[in-house]
Antibody, heavy 128, light 108 residues
Framework: QVQLQESGPGLVKPSQTLTLTCTVS??????????WSWIRQPAGKGLEWIGRIYTSGTTNYNPSLKSRVTMSVDTSKSQFSLKLSSVTAADTAVYYC????????????????????WGKGTTVTVSS | EIVLTQSPGTLSLSPGERATLSCRAS???????LAWYQQKPGQAPRLLIYGASIRATGIPDRFSGSGSGTDFTLTISRLEPEDFAVYYCQQYGSSVLTFGPGTKVDIK
């Protein structure tokens, strides 16, 4: 059974770069049909999708964060990473990594896009 | 970019009652792209429904999804104590995934 585990600093100073890593275990990160994603959730608020990456390196980012986000993948370590630059207090949140299933639907020329496995989340606070 | 609206914001019900949650998208998209998640305090979200109506593995059949185009519904036929939580819909469009703001189902 695939499991995801986020890791990284719990405290980041304003204007610095937040860096998180998600380690995939229980299955190959290179399995076809999956993207790997980051989502965040400020305390007491809803979920915000940050972006996703395929093992080829193809990325899609939330337009509202695109200018500050970089995702990468290291298949040899079964890890993918998030870098968020120029952070402010508004970036304080629980950050989750998740597996995105992208497989053909049985009707028409469409694919499913949903997140079936999630990490437990890691809290990142931006403060001096 | 698709914008999702969920209603009501909070639903106060008693165990055993039926819950009907709505998710409306700002533009029409394939039902393939619509998913529902449940989140309890201090936990990561859990996938309930994908493809608008397909229950994920291990999800009880009291959970059902329906809808197409811009209007989707999650129904919980009879609320169990463990069902009181926040529910999010999620849509895909133009290489972007979007979550709705959530509906909180709490105990009346």
């Amino acid at each position: 059974q695939v499991q995801l585990q986020e890791s990284g600093p719990g405290l980041v100073k304003p204007s610095q770069t937040l860096t998180l890593t998600c380690t995939v275990s229980g299955g190959p990160i290179t399995s076809g049909g999956y993207y790997w994603s980051w989502i965040r959730q400020p305390a007491g608020k809803g979920l915000e999708w940050i972006g996703r990456i395929y093992t080829s390196g193809t990325t899609n980012y939330n337009p509202s964060l695109k200018s500050r986000v970089t995702m990468s993948v290291d298949t040899s370590k079964s890890q993918f990473s998030l870098k968020l630059s120029s952070v402010t207090a508004a970036d304080t949140a629980v950050y989750y990594c998740a597996r995105v299933v992208v497989v053909p639907a049985p009707w028409g020329n469409y694919y499913y896009h949903y997140m079936d496995v999630w990490g437990k989340g890691t809290t990142v606070t931006v403060s001096s | 970019e698709i914008v999702l609206t969920q209603s009501p914001g909070t639903l106060s019900l008693s165990p055993g009652e039926r819950a009907t949650l709505s998710c409306r998208a700002s533009q029409s998209a394939s039902r393939s792209y619509l998913a529902w998640y449940q989140q309890k305090p201090g936990q990561a979200p859990r996938l309930l429904i994908y493809g608008a109506s397909i229950r994920a593995t291990g999800i009880p059949d009291r959970f059902s999804g329906s809808g197409s185009g811009t209007d989707f519904t999650l129904t919980i036929s009879r609320l169990e104590p463990e069902d009181f939580a926040v529910y999010y819909c999620q849509q895909y469009g133009s290489s972007v995934l979007t979550f709705g703001p959530g509906t909180k189902v709490d105990i009346k």
